[in-house]
């Protein structure tokens, strides 16, 4: 079985190395390892300066919070590490309050969950351009240049359940649930269950409730491996998660187009910006660097080869060319 995983693990990356599976189709700067055309934190002196960094707790979070972390400490600064807090209310409070300096965010999750806006903007520029605005003016809160992959939230499935069930979009979920609602299993987050732009807003925008006794709440990173054993029949996920190829489930199409933009981008209190302004020119490199297919292999190279987060930054980042 391990040689098994193992060899689907190396598919995937080989996979994803050719770039087939970019959804996010906006590039972004290469970013597939090796190009050493980034810039490189040599060019910036941040001695004497102290910065604490912050991220959420799942695996793509705690990559972008090392790789954060480390570029930072490649220009002479000392970094200290409040890496892996628990979610984005708590990640978010830290930051307002000033426990820590900086951590990413994503735009829909900014938008809708500290901003308290109701409505998503598809289009991903104007998105980043009104959360980055509103938060400043209200939240003394400065959204640096975002990464171009976009890590929505999406429904996913094994492929014989998608033909069993004949599921093709979130709107075939309504038949599942009034036809056969045994079947409505979801593996689900606790705070997806609960965000405006999770099930709450799923089953607004697309006229059905999910019977409670389907719901299994979970932490996400259990998620894939509880559906791939068929523990669920639906599964919330990350779009950017590597385990979503290396298992072989497939994305429901989200037809209404519900699920906000959620490009990432590093959130900096205004008053340390001003302290140390050229954080922004550094860290558009390293965004610039952040497609989608590039966040898919990463996150990959945690979960499904086993690697840890430190160490997948860390090549990542000799690989781009900022430590050197």
């Known amino acids: 079985?391990?040689?098994?995983?193992?060899?689907?693990?190396?598919?995937?990356?080989?996979?994803?190395?050719?770039?087939?599976?970019?959804?996010?189709?906006?590039?972004?700067?290469?970013?597939?390892?090796?190009?050493g055309d980034g810039g490189s934190a040599s060019e910036f002196d941040f001695s004497g300066k102290e910065f604490t960094v912050g991220s959420k707790e799942f695996t793509?979070?705690?990559?972008?919070?090392?790789?954060?972390?480390?570029?930072?400490?490649?220009?002479?600064?000392?970094?200290?590490?409040?890496?892996?807090?628990?979610?984005?209310?708590?990640?978010?409070?830290?930051?307002?309050?000033g426990e820590i300096d900086m951590y990413w965010e994503y735009t829909g999750t900014g938008w809708i969950t500290h901003l308290g806006e109701t409505e998503p903007?598809?289009?991903p520029e104007?998105?980043?351009?009104?959360?980055?605005?509103?938060?400043?003016?209200?939240?003394?809160?400065?959204?640096l240049e975002p990464a171009p992959f976009n890590n929505t939230y999406a429904f996913a499935v094994r492929e014989e359940t998608k033909e069993e069930l004949g599921v093709e979009s979130i709107s075939d979920i309504g038949g599942?649930?009034?036809?056969?609602?045994?079947?409505?299993?979801?593996?689900?987050?606790?705070e997806f269950s609960t965000r405006d732009d999770g099930l709450p807003g799923v089953e607004k925008a697309y006229s059905f409730e999910w019977p409670g006794d389907g719901l299994k709440k979970m932490q996400e990173g259990v998620i894939y491996q509880q559906l791939d054993d068929g523990d669920c029949n639906f599964g919330e996920v990350f779009q950017t998660d590597g385990r979503i190829q290396a298992l072989g489930l497939a994305l429901l199409e989200d037809?209404?187009?519900?699920?906000?933009?959620?490009?990432p981008s590093l959130n900096v209190r205004k008053d340390v910006?001003?302290?140390?302004?050229?954080?922004?020119?550094?860290?558009?490199q390293v965004a610039e660097k952040l497609d989608t297919e590039t966040m898919q292999r990463?996150?990959?190279?945690?979960?499904?080869?086993?690697?840890?987060?430190?160490?997948?930054?860390?090549?990542?980042?000799?690989?781009?060319?900022?430590?050197?």
Request: hydrophobic residues 40%.
């Open 1 to 35: 079985m391990i040689a098994l995983f193992s060899l689907i693990a190396a598919l995937v990356l080989a996979l994803a190395a050719c770039g087939g599976d970019d959804e996010s189709g906006d590039g972004g700067g290469g970013g597939g390892g090796g190009g």
């Open 60 to 97: 793509e979070q705690l990559i972008l919070g090392q790789i954060t972390k480390q570029v930072l400490e490649a220009t002479g600064a000392k970094v200290n590490d409040q890496i892996g807090l628990a979610g984005s209310v708590v990640a978010r409070e830290a930051l307002t309050s």
């Open 121 to 123: 903007i598809p289009d």
């Open 126 to 143: 104007e998105q980043y351009t009104a959360v980055k605005d509103a938060d400043l003016e209200k939240n003394d809160i400065e959204w």
């Open 176 to 190: 599942v649930i009034e036809e056969n609602p045994d079947e409505a299993t979801l593996c689900i987050g606790t």
């Open 255 to 263: 037809d209404e187009s519900f699920f906000p933009v959620y490009n």
């Open 273 to 284: 910006l001003a302290e140390t302004p050229e954080l922004k020119d550094l860290f558009a």
């Open 298 to 324: 990463l996150n990959a190279q945690v979960d499904v080869e086993g690697l840890t987060e430190d160490e997948v930054a860390k090549t990542w980042l000799e690989d781009e060319g900022f430590l050197g």
